[in-house]
């Protein structure tokens, strides 16, 4: 009985890898066929969606986002939320040490994730309506 089921998953290990193979060739070949053309539109190509992504980082950055910022108002929360995309916001409680925690982990996020805004909010001094 052990002896069937080894010899099926080997059969079935066997006819993925093939597969996976097969898929792999049929790359190669595309790749190898493409013309000096075809390559220099999928370089272009790339250098574009390049050139794109550091506009929209620039644009980001200069937005704030990249680091984790406390709002102070509620005008400015709003204004913030209307400016970006993406925004997380953390409502926070200076005295609660769970919120520092968040906090910590909310500020290496931010560096990471440059498309979406981090705020903070302390609820003790900014009531929102």
């Not at 097969?22 to 075809?38: R, V, W």
């Not at 984790?68 to 108002?73: F, H, Q």
Request: aromatic fraction near 6%; include cysteine; glycine fraction near 4%.
């Amino acid at each position: 009985m052990a002896a069937n089921i080894q010899a099926a998953l080997e059969r079935q290990l066997m006819e993925s890898a093939k597969i996976a193979e097969e898929m792999l060739d049929a790359e190669i070949d595309k790749l190898e066929k493409m013309a000096d053309d075809d390559l220099e539109g999928l370089r272009q190509r790339r250098l574009d969606a390049m050139k794109r992504l550091e506009k929209k980082k620039r644009d980001w950055l200069s937005k704030g986002h990249g680091e984790y910022s406390e709002l102070s108002s509620e005008p400015e929360f709003f204004e913030a939320c209307k400016r970006s995309e993406n925004v997380v916001v953390h409502f926070y409680r200076g005295s609660t040490f769970r919120c520092k925690i968040v906090d910590k982990h909310l500020d290496i996020l931010a560096k990471k994730h440059l498309e979406t805004r981090f705020l903070k909010i302390s609820v003790d001094k900014v009531r929102l309506s």
